[in-house]
């Protein structure tokens, strides 16, 4: 964890300066007698015994949540002199949230956590806003949040300092004289982040339930998970506008109490529950998750996830789950415009977002292989390098299901069935298209037919390129050649493409061809790109994996096979971005 820097800022002095004049003025208006402080609640903590593991990585200051004092009045009476501004900057809190800087972009070979789910394409809109974001590593103080526009604070954690009083008064003092507040929460307590919330929860009113927010297919980011949700119960209110599905991975529920400003923006559906985390599922973990089947007592849904309301003369935004405004996730569905929308909302400046629209990469998705599908028929590895190219050129990357698309490159997955799927493919200038045997239905769409002997061929085991050598600045890359590379591609019958890839029995795998205006690549084996080919979203596909392999994960398929299929997935992705 970053500390702050040992020196003390100018308006740090100023502040104190401040204060004392304040207590001196307190003292002689109350005829010499003391100034009366405030001590903060304490706060039991909800878990015990404490866990061991979690303990033990320093996830323990949570217990310090009740520490520090502070003055009645003073934080008014500076938000009084340096009021919150429209125009002023975000502060972004660093003190106690040190999880996903929103500088933190996913590189081409970035394969930690924080590129992974790092903030800073959230934050795209505030800066093309000119919209300053100041990071303070300081306690949250009246003079440093004075003259900001917002209040930033990502996912807490436990391994940081706890809230104090004081701070406490000063967020809740600029909110009420103008100030915005964006909050991040997540699942289940994880981190202990719901308790160290306590103080900010009681102080606006609402609840960070200790649970995630579960549901059962169709509202699931893939048939077999649960927590990995897409989230389409839209409230009414304003943050809201523009937002219809929202992606969840592993996310929370966040209440409004009973009498306050807040109010649903987006919930869970009917069929989901609130799944707890006693009993832990991870029990060396902190964070913290439960059974992920709906047990007795339970609730069902919906369930609130993200929450806004007015707070005196400002406005908070809660939004539970950190990794939906991350870099793998934040281009699904409409996951940027909820967070551009709370930005937006909060400062009171309009920030611009345009979605899936014509100078992006968009991805067509279906309802079993979605682009954030983590089984091994899915293509979540795959739109991770979708990602970090999207970072590489500069350019936007979106997934969808059924939302509009404008944009000018565009990739197809085999099961996609989109209401609009012919225009989106008039309206592109470059398409990636990926079909398999079980889904050959976009070959009609191009023109084009399946030959009749598919059943007689065997697997080839190695694929050989014809032409196409778009290269990418990347160590998995080499010069186009033979890659060990196992096909089964479905085999089509002649017609107008060029052949740019075939396999050993020179069956064609990848082909080029013109629709119109539109130049399409066609793959002729999407498992190729699957994750079963390429393996996990995080394994750094140059290295060997030390990890013990689980049933039903990926990778299924050996070194050489999985470097192949990072070239083949490179190079189409790379032409997308062109």
Known sequence: MMTSPATTSPANTRERVALG?????????????????????????????????????????????????????????????????????????????????????????????????????AFDPARAAGVRIEPTYDPLTPGRLGGASMVFINLVSGDNPGFRHSEVLALESFVRHGGGLVLITDHTNCYFSAEMLQPLQDAFGFDVVPATACELPPHTLSPKSRAWARMTVPGEHVTGQGVEVLGWMNGGIVRPRQGSGFVPVMSSSASGWEDRMDPYRKPDSAGFTGSLSQEDGESGGPHPVVIAGDYGQGRIVVLADQNAWG????????????????????????????????????????????????????????????????????????????????????????????????????????????????HADHLALLGLEQAQERDTLGPGSS??????????????????????????????????????????????????LMRGQTHVLLLLDAQLLSNHVLGGERDDPTRELSREIQDGKAPGVNQAQRESGYRLAWRLSDWLFQ
């Open 327 to 438: 870099s793998t996730l934040v281009g699904y569905e409409d996951n940027a415009q909820m967070f551009t929308n709370a930005l937006s909302w909060t400062t009171g400046q309009a920030m611009a977002l345009e979605l899936r629209g014509p100078e992006s990469v968009t991805t067509v998705s279906g309802p079993k292989s979605l682009c954030t599908s983590a089984a091994n028929y899915g293509f979540r590895t795959l739109q991770v390098q979708l990602q970090r190219l999207s970072e590489h050129h500069l350019k936007p990357e979106f997934c969808t299901l059924n939302r509009p698309v404008r944009s000018k490159s565009v990739m197809i997955l085999p099961e996609a069935d989109h209401a609009d799927l012919e225009s989106i493919l008039d309206g592109a200038e470059r398409a990636l298209v990926l079909v398999d045997l079980e």
């Open 463 to 512: 694929l050989s390129w014809q032409g196409f050598a778009v290269q990418t600045d990347h160590k998995v890359m080499q010069e186009a050649g033979e890659d060990p590379l196992v096909s089964k591609p479905v085999a089509l019958a002649l017609g107008d493409y060029q052949v740019l890839a075939v396999n050993d029995q020179n069956v064609p795998v990848l082909v080029s």
């Open 21 to 121: 004049l304040f207590v001196l003025l307190v003292l002689a208006g109350a005829g010499g007698f003391f100034a009366v402080a405030e001590q903060a609640v304490e706060y039991e903590p909800w878990i015990d015994p404490l866990p061991e593991n979690a303990v033990s990585k320093g996830y323990w200051s949570f217990k310090d949540t009740e520490g520090g004092w502070g003055i009645p009045g003073y934080a008014d009476w500076w938000m009084e002199r340096s009021p919150p501004r429209g125009d002023g900057p975000i502060i972004s809190d660093r003190r106690h949230a040190s999880k996903q800087p929103e500088e933190d972009r996913l590189g081409l070979e970035d394969y930690g956590y924080t590129q992974m789910h790092g903030l800073s394409r």
